[in-house]
């Protein structure tokens, strides 16, 4: 018989299949759960484009409402804009409908505290136990709170970035952009974000309807349309994100998608080159670029687990002024504690001003190194042995997550996967070692589990 | 568990009806009558602000397409339905209940309740606990609408007009707001004083319509020296007159006068169920015409009103249709059709209640645990041979004496009613018995 792999309860919230695994039930009883948690006051929502999202947003109010809580509706808004909605208006919590980087079959509900972060992993599991034992808050009052709206919450995100960089001196440039946002948030807030940087701004793939116009994850795979456009015209940059906007992806002007780790490090370049030199803070499967990034203007880099709650875990404990995660993720303390693809599209454009650069030419700058990312089928208990067998190996080794093992030309990173039975291992180097090093790690990988 | 699920409704206290529990019964309704467009509404209750969320999350997710007009009256929005294409039509209100309950109401393509024989099917996909719901791209839409609807007023005016313009005030019990008590005065050329119509500042009250709670109605039509005034309950498909002097016509005389003013242009049979009063009969008597007589409800009412194609029917509890022009108890035709009357032969409403003897009705409710309702009410049987058996209790005539005792569809208790010289003896006897 077929596993179930379709739905995925835990810490980050709910994501499932429309009409399979994903039902308004789980939706309104989650929410119960939320808002058990969380007593009293007011929970800004948001959706992103996917048409399902006004199913479950009208579960999700009807969760909160039960529940005595004033739900505010910001309508389709990027889950960073979200975030720092709920903090700049002391909201008391947050909750987004998105399945982010999944397909137009997903969807999914991820909850913000009181601060506009995603929980931290023991509120999580809070939650989580609440849901499953159904001991939620009963209406006390036959007094019901009304839905407020709020249509213009980008704006507060807005705001804070504008803070952080030079706009006339972008202005002044004129570039000339692309901008991918996959028939995600993006579609509606980008141009005017970019406009008000005086940048020309071409979109593409940004219409919003029941399918989206490309995989929403922005990966290199999945823009080579977006690549091959951008060598046909004449632009200076291209940016591509997730459906809720907090990854992104650039593009340099020849066409090549960087994907999200040489992105993370472009992004960080210009902003820590301005920067009194502190720490910053990225995961353990993170690549080399960033770090070298770091080293050159002065900067500690902190590995935390893998995992975005984690990454801001770690920032706040050290007092990092950046961070982020390979996968397009970057963090910016200064606009919030969260990924967020607008405030990478300002840093980028800021760095090519400053510099006066071509955005390939800026990256040229960075090392070139190969990542390889595979998987290895194995159960949590197999994965388990295996590292800690390679954990003896390797005493060396970072154990936080799993295994990582650095050596002077390449490193790698071995963790039981959270949402599927797999080993990941991801690793790097040069271009010519790191093949065989990988190939003979998992043949020696494969060997034991046998 | 504490909420009653019948063909009159799905009841609960407000913190009965979970979310949860709403999105099921909406996502059992879609599968039930497969999908296309239903049309929502609710009465102005707090809990119906949850309700209709998760009544709108399980209608969509199961695929059918959600047109929500807002805050209507439950007559309106099964005209609508009537006189659309569509598929059915669900209604957050718990009309006569007072204000910490709430309900829904399913209805048909028709626009009435459903049917004993719709509700056993609907019931059977709700009890089977499976629902199916949409892949992503199958999930319906939704739409608001303007509300209140200009269509169902145009419908509802009438060409006549008085010399002087009369004035009456509308009690309408929190469940609806001013501007339907001005549309529809507009499209009866009178005057109309809203009371208990204000959304936001909501003062709880009793919505049944009763010659109890009809005295603050009272005294602010004498005051305001209006012409009359009509108590409705919260989803307008019950109705009480008042008169000039203020004084209220028992709910008992709602049907016999309405049936009258009808017989004497239209011929008809006329329903009613078996705890309303005689009166019905003696209107029938002069008119030549029978009384038809159906277990208590308005599903089971208007069923057999459509049945037997007769044109009036209603019940004792103040309600009426007029199965011409509505589908269900629409105490706004009944108030169209007084003032029309009124128009037309330059009366008073105490003229017109006064052709009627004020019935001898005794109403006793006596409030039981779920759990032993059935089993007292199989006692009080024993006390009788009852004329009729009822789907929820009896009926037993003596004479022109007659008494019914039944257990409510809508809460947990006793109903008796009954009428005659004999009967205070009776209810006597029989709480005797229950204690």
Redesign the interface.
């Known amino acids: 018989m077929k596993r179930i792999q379709n739905i995925k309860i835990g810490i980050s919230g709910i994501r499932g ?4 695994t994903l ?3 789980q ?3 989650l929410t ?1 759960a939320f808002s058990t948690l969380i007593g009293s006051g007011r929970v800004a929502v948001a959706t992103d484009t ?3 999202g ?3 947003k ?2 999700v ?3 909160l ?2 529940s005595e809580i004033t739900p505010v509706d910001t309508f389709i808004l990027p889950t960073p804009s979200l975030e720092i909605f709920v903090k700049e208006r002391k909201l008391n919590g947050g909750i987004i409908i998105t399945a982010s980087h999944n397909p ?4 999914g509900i991820k909850f913000v505290d009181e601060n506009g972060l995603f929980l931290f992993p023991f509120t999580a599991l809070n939650l989580i136990d609440i849901y499953y034992q159904g001991s939620f808050k ?2 006390s009052e ?6 407020e709206t709020v249509h213009d919450a980008f704006r507060v995100h807005k705001k804070k970035i504008m803070k952080i960089i030079d706009i006339d001196r972008i202005r002044k440039k004129r570039f000339k952009v692309l901008v991918d946002p996959g028939g995600g948030v993006g579609s509606i807030y980008d141009k005017e974000f970019l406009e008000e940087l005086g940048c020309e701004v071409h979109m593409i793939n940004d219409e919003v309807g ?2 989206f116009p490309r995989n929403p994850e922005p990966t290199e795979a999945n823009l080579e349309v977006t690549s091959q456009y951008m060598k046909e015209k004449n632009f200076d940059i291209g940016f591509a994100q997730d459906s809720d906007g907090d990854r992104l992806c650039i593009l340099d002007e020849t066409g090549r998608a960087f994907g999200g780790e040489l992105t993370l490090a472009v992004a960080l370049f210009g902003y820590l080159s301005r920067k009194k030199p502190g720490k910053i803070v990225v995961n353990l499967s993170t690549s080399r670029i960033t770090e070298h990034v770091a080293d050159r203007f002065g900067f500690k880099v902190i590995k935390s687990p893998v995992g975005e709650i984690n990454v801001v875990e770690y920032m706040q404990k050290e007092n990092a002024i950046a961070g982020g995660e390979g996968n397009g993720g970057i963090i910016i303390p200064e606009v919030h504690y969260c990924r967020d693809s607008f405030t990478g599209m300002a840093l980028v454009l800021d760095c090519m001003a400053f510099y006066d650069k071509r955005i390939s030419e800026i990256a040229a700058e960075l090392p070139t190194l190969k990542m390889i990312k595979t998987v290895i089928p194995l159960s949590k208990s197999g994965a388990h042995k295996i590292i800690s067998i390679l954990k003896d190996k390797h005493p060396n080794g970072n154990t936080l997550d799993g295994l990582r093992v650095d050596e002077e030309n390449y490193w790698f990173h071995v963790r039981s996967s959270n949402t599927e039975p797999v080993l990941r291992i991801v690793a790097e180097g040069k271009e010519d070692q790191i093949d065989k090093i990988i190939a003979d790690l998992r043949s020696w990988i494969e060997k034991k589990a046998d | 568990m504490a909420i009653k699920l019948s063909i009159s409704g799905i009841r609960g206290k407000f913190h009965e009806l979970s979310p949860s529990r709403v999105v099921e019964f909406a996502q059992a309704y879609s599968n039930y009558i497969g999908g296309g467009d239903i049309l929502i509404s609710s009465d102005s209750r707090p809990s119906g602000k949850f309700i209709r969320e998760a009544l709108i999350a399980g209608l969509t997710a199961a695929g059918s397409n959600v047109i929500d007009y807002g805050n209507l009256p439950t007559p309106i929005l099964q005209w609508l339905i009537k006189n659309a294409s569509c598929s059915g039509g669900v209604s957050i209100t718990a009309g006569h209940n007072t204000f910490d309950w709430n309900c829904l109401i399913f209805l048909n393509a028709e626009g009435s309740y459903i049917n004993h024989i719709e509700g056993e099917e609907f019931f059977n996909v709700y009890h089977s606990g499976r629902f199916i719901t949409r892949k992503y791209d199958r999930i319906g839409t939704y739409s608001q609408q303007e509300s209140p609807p200009e269509s169902y007023f145009n419908a509802l005016s009438i060409n006549e007009k008085s010399d002087k313009f009369p004035k009456f005030v509308v009690d309408c019990s929190n469940g609806f707001t001013e501007d339907i008590i001005e549309k529809l005065s507009l499209a009866l050329h009178v005057k109309m004083i809203p009371i208990f119509s204000s959304k936001t500042n909501i003062m709880e009250k009793d919505p049944e319509p009763t010659i109890l709670n009809a005295q603050l109605l009272g005294t602010i039509v004498r005051e305001t020296g209006s012409d009359g005034g009509f108590l409705l309950n919260s989803d307008a498909s019950r109705v009480l007159v008042v008169d000039e002097y203020g004084q209220p016509h028992s709910e008992e005389l709602t049907l016999p006068i309405f049936a009258s003013i009808i017989l004497e242009k239209e011929k008809s049979h006329i329903v009613t169920n078996y705890s309303t009063s005689n009166t019905i009969d003696q209107v029938a008597k002069k008119f030549n015409s029978r009384v038809f007589r159906t277990d208590v409800g308005q599903p089971q009412v208007v069923q057999s009103v459509q049945d037997l194609k007769t044109t009036i029917g209603g019940e004792g509890s103040g309600s009426i249709i007029y199965s011409p022009f509505s589908s269900g108890f629409d105490s706004f035709y009944f108030i169209r059709t007084i003032i029309q009357y009124l128009h037309q032969n330059k009366v008073s409403l105490s003229y017109i209640a006064s052709q009627f003897v004020p019935p001898r009705i005794y109403k006793e409710t006596l409030f039981l645990p779920q759990t032993k309702i059935y089993k007292i009410l199989e006692r009080i049987g024993n006390l009788y041979t009852p004329t009729v058996r009822l789907k929820d209790g009896f009926y037993i005539r003596n004479g022109e004496d007659w008494l019914c005792i039944r257990a409510s569809a809508t809460v947990s208790m006793i109903r008796i009613v009954g009428e005659g010289e004999s009967i205070s003896d009776e209810i006597a006897r029989i709480k005797e018995l229950v204690i």
């Not at chain 1, 299949?17 to 399979?20: A, K, T, V, W």
């Not at chain 1, 137009?104 to 969807?107: A, G, P, V």
């Open positions: 299949i429309i009409g399979e039902a308004p039930e939706v309104v009883n119960r996917r048409p399902t006004q199913m479950i009208r579960a109010f009807s969760g409402i039960f137009e079959q997903w969807n009963i209406p036959n007094r019901f709170p009304d839905i029941n399918k």
